[in-house]
């Protein structure tokens, strides 16, 4: 797809940052200012205080990362590591799953978590690159976070450990369902929003349960449909009414990711101007070309190349702008993805 090569770029691995900065708000931070098409550089998050002004609005998303990664054995003693997604719509028991050595398995084999026998699931075959896993019982969050571990990114290339059931949750974290988490809120610590708060920065949260397609490359058929992999939404009518009461009073609405403004550009009505309530799912695609009406900035990691997050993000501020700070970004060693450095576009 030659369209996606003016948003491609070589990044080192040394400036994948595989663990977090020792304290959230110590990431640095690098501010784009899109109507004067600059950038520039701040010592650490935390110094986003500066910029922010009394009345603006955060908008948050309160996800909370399930502990959805599992390791599931067979009775041979295979391993087969598992991304457990979501369910199917219309069988609470059958698991759309991200499984490893699928080929390995038969159809109908047993599988469970390992050390957890009482958990058993059965193979039901593959859903295109996907698969199906029938459990026994029905599985909620707190299962799994007796026999899974918290699904850190694939690019990590390392295995969670202890503090990643704390640094890949942010503090905002309430409703779980997510297999990744919305990671510019994972800059943010309590200190930090008390500090705002008292500044004069209204926090309004917003939930969109983060689904393993933000990771996954883009397609021609997503491109071709102007549509992504679908996720689950929510924002209540308190929420709705804080945001209208901002946009009619001309306060900034800002985006804390890219995850808040997928559910901020899917709910606002750009006729009426007025943010709706809704629960549902959005497969929003947000590229350069499209106006974002629904916020005034955006804060933001450093996306892999060539994702629908970085189209997001060139489509909120030009995407000579975006790529000219990225380049400054892999200059000056910034770190990248999730547990990275961030951006403020305003």
């Known amino acids: 797809m ?10 080192p691995e040394e400036q994948i940052a595989r663990f977090p900065a020792k304290n959230r708000d110590e990431s640095r931070l690098l501010l784009v200012d899109r109507a ?8 650490f998050f935390r110094d986003i205080r500066n910029w922010l002004q009394p009345g603006d609005v955060l908008v948050y998303n309160e996800t ?9 054995q067979v009775e041979s003693g295979r391993i087969h590591e598992a991304i457990f997604l979501e369910t199917l719509e219309d069988n609470a028991n059958i698991w759309s799953c991200i499984l490893k050595n699928r080929a390995k398995l038969r159809l109908g084999e047993n599988l469970w978590p390992v050390g957890f026998q009482e958990f058993p699931f059965v193979y039901e075959g593959k859903d ?10 029905t599985i909620t969050d707190l299962d799994f976070e007796v026999f899974g571990t918290i699904p850190i990114p694939p690019y990590l290339k390392r295995k969670a450990i202890e503090d990643d059931k704390f640094r890949y949750q942010t503090i905002f974290a309430k409703k779980s369902g997510s297999v990744a988490a919305p990671t510019a809120g994972l800059h943010f610590t309590d200190s930090l929003k008390l500090e705002l708060i008292q500044l004069g920065i209204q926090f309004v949260p917003v939930n969109l349960q983060v689904g393993y397609g933000t990771f ?9 449909t102007k549509t ?7 924002i209540t009518d308190e929420s709705a009414s804080q945001l209208n009461s901002a946009k009619k009073e001309g306060r900034r609405i800002i985006a804390v990711g890219t995850t808040s403004l997928r559910v901020l550009e899917t709910v606002f009505d750009s006729q009426q101007q007025k943010f709706k309530v809704g629960l549902s799912q959005t497969d929003i695609f947000l590229s350069p070309g499209d106006n974002i009406e629904s916020v005034h900035g955006l804060i933001t990691n450093f996306h892999l190349p060539k994702s629908s997050l970085l189209l997001l993000v060139s489509a909120f501020a030009n995407s000579r702008l975006v790529m000219n700070a990225y380049q400054y970004a892999l200059q000056n060693q910034f770190r990248f993805y999730s547990y990275g450095d961030s951006m403020f576009l305003f």
């Open 2 to 11: 030659d369209f996606l090569n003016e948003f491609d770029f070589h990044l």
């Open 64 to 72: 909370k990362v399930s502990y959805r990664r599992v390791y599931l």
């Open 216 to 224: 996954r490359p883009l397609t021609t058929e997503q491109w071709q």
């Open 228 to 234: 992504l992999h679908k996720e689950r939404y929510e």
């Open 36 to 43: 004067n098409e600059t950038f520039k550089e701040a010592p």
């Open 128 to 137: 295109n690159e996907l698969s199906l896993l029938r459990s026994e019982r």
